[in-house]
């Protein structure tokens, strides 16, 4: 890319990443979608999740700077950021759903990588992307060359490369790797897991895009069926054919073979229990790095799903339309209405009858209803007894559902479920078995819960007996399990 003036000054003026980091909030805006989205390896958050967690962010600011620090409502916020002239948030709506949901889109992502790089490392490894970089120039030497004898000579010296490791291994000359080649070697790992999870939502972007140019090809085209699905299909191959689209469906096929999967894991366990990686503190996300890889690719997956499905929608409505005989009658009665246009035929021009008999039953008409009379009658009101015991009715419990369902929220955002129990832990009853009968509902109501009907959990809390002193109390019913 050529990176004179005019480039780049396009670039300041219309590419969302750079919008982002001259934005008056950029810290905000790229703190916050960092800790939802990229941290824990979010794709898409629903309007209300998104809100209450910007909302908390907000609170928690305004304490620090002081109440006039960001004004706005979150709701505003997020819809500002999702604008067509900022681009940082997609809103969507899911299929057979009316709540809006929100994704992180490319350009913010790549801001937000960017500043990442901004902080100073601990130490700056070069000798493994060095030999990564030989690697690389070894495979594309190897794997363009078309002479089989010269082939067979580098295959022959790799196997006596092989058979003299083994021969120093068996006489227990073992190379190990230092504690510093170790860490450089796992960090650039990270960088590159986390580059991967990035380069998904540039490839899902591309297929979204698209699936939105067929939708108006098919919504604004008026020729014939072929020519569309030709012009269609071309664009689509071109893209799964394209460089991009060749090493994802690799990267996929690779992905999915189970055997593969299973020896990532075993790798990452065994490269997470080295002393010197641990001493790197890393992520606890690390060790599911390649199922949040499956979980990326199934998306962009559902994105050509949802194309095809666009065009079988289409090839369906062309076959309805292209009833012959239903056709000439409309064509034959367009041709009409356009010869009477100017001049419209004296009277009636046409008459069309009733489709249906309107009966009306002499029974089906309400009967009379007389109208009821008030009787007011005269009595002198007396004062009442003032001595009643008022106190009912201000000893009402009133249940905070709201937050009851912030706490589960919270729980739910380190782990993927927690126990009804764990979460009367974390957060006691306050309010006894009304707290209770609260979390259950929400539990059928507002997330999703599984029943453990097998097992069963003591819920202990600390109450007032019929004497008014306190004691503790307990309910026991089976396990409910909230799940992320």
């Given at each position: ?8 000054e396009l ?11 001259r ?5 905000l805006?790229?703190?916050f979608?960092?800790r939802?989205?990229l ?16 909302k ?47 994704d992180l ?7 937000i990588?960017?500043?990442g ?16 970089l ?11 060359e ?7 000579t ?8 092989i058979?003299r ?5 068996l ?5 190990l ?13 990270i ?10 939502r ?7 895009g ?12 008026d020729?014939?069926?072929?020519a ?13 054919d394209?460089?991009q689209g ?25 490269v ?10 890393p992520?606890?996300?690390?060790r599911r ?8 690719g ?8 949802q ?6 929608r289409?090839?369906?409505?062309q076959a ?25 035929p004296l009277g ?9 008999a309107?009966?009306?039953?002499p ?16 009595e ?9 015991n ?21 729980a ?12 009367c832990?974390?957060?006691p ?10 979390y ?6 507002d ?28 309910a ?5 399990i909230?799940?992320r």
């Amino acid at each position: 890319m050529n990176l004179d003036y005019a480039t780049l000054e396009l670039l300041r003026q219309s590419h969302p990443a750079w919008k982002l980091l001259r934005s008056d909030h950029a810290s905000l805006i790229a703190s916050f979608l960092n800790r939802v989205y990229l941290l824990p390896n979010l794709r898409v958050m629903a309007q209300e999740d998104l809100v209450e967690a910007l909302k908390d962010e907000l609170f928690v600011l305004r304490e620090r700077l002081g109440d006039n620090a960001f004004p706005k409502a979150p709701l505003e916020y997020l819809n500002d950021w999702a604008a067509n002239d900022k681009g940082w948030l997609r809103k969507f709506y899911r299929h057979g759903s009316d709540e809006p949901n929100f994704d992180l889109t490319p350009p913010a992502e790549k801001a937000i990588a960017w500043l990442g790089t901004l902080t100073e490392r601990s130490f700056v490894g070069t000798e493994s992307r060095l030999l990564t970089l030989f690697e690389l120039l070894k495979q594309m030497s190897e794997g363009s060359e078309t002479d089989p004898q010269t082939r067979i000579t580098e295959l022959q010296k790799r196997r006596d490369d092989i058979d003299r490791e083994i021969v120093r291994v068996l006489a227990g000359d073992i190379p190990l790797l230092d504690t510093t080649a170790l860490k450089e070697r796992f960090q650039q790992f990270i960088q590159l897991a986390r580059e991967l999870l990035s380069d998904f939502r540039e490839v899902e972007q591309n297929f979204r895009g698209l699936d939105r140019r067929v939708r108006e090809r098919i919504a604004l085209w008026d020729g014939g069926k072929g020519a569309l699905l030709e012009e269609i299909m071309g664009e689509r191959d071109l893209i799964a054919d394209s460089d991009q689209g060749r090493s994802f469906r690799a990267f996929w096929d690779f992905l999915m073979s189970s055997r593969r999967q299973e020896e990532l894991s075993s790798l990452l366990e065994r490269v997470l229990a080295l002393p010197p990686v641990a001493e790197l503190k890393p992520d606890s996300r690390t060790r599911r790095l390649h199922y949040d890889w499956l979980e990326a690719g199934e998306h962009t997956q559902r994105t050509v799903a949802q194309l095809s499905q666009q065009l079988r929608r289409f090839l369906d409505d062309q076959a309805w339309l292209e009833n012959r005989r239903i056709m000439d009658i409309l064509h034959g009665i367009e041709a009409k209405a356009l010869a009477v246009r100017e001049c419209p035929p004296l009277g009636e021009l046409t008459t069309l009858e009733e489709t249906a008999a309107d009966i009306e039953l002499p029974l089906e008409r309400p009967l009379h209803t007389p109208t009821i009379k008030g009787v007011l009658t005269n009595e002198v009101l007396e004062a009442g007894d003032g001595d009643l015991n008022a106190e009912a009715l201000y000893g009402q419990i009133v249940i905070d559902t709201a937050q009851l369902a912030r706490h589960i929220r919270h729980a739910l955002q380190d782990r993927s479920q927690v126990t009804l129990r764990e979460l009367c832990q974390l957060a006691p009853l306050k309010n006894g078995l009304s707290e209770l009968v609260a979390y259950l509902h929400l539990s059928s109501s507002d997330f999703k819960a599984v029943v453990d009907e097998h097992t069963s959990d003591v819920i202990v809390w600390q109450g007032v007996g019929p004497d008014g002193r306190e004691q503790m109390k307990q309910a026991t019913l089976p396990r409910v399990i909230f799940v992320r």
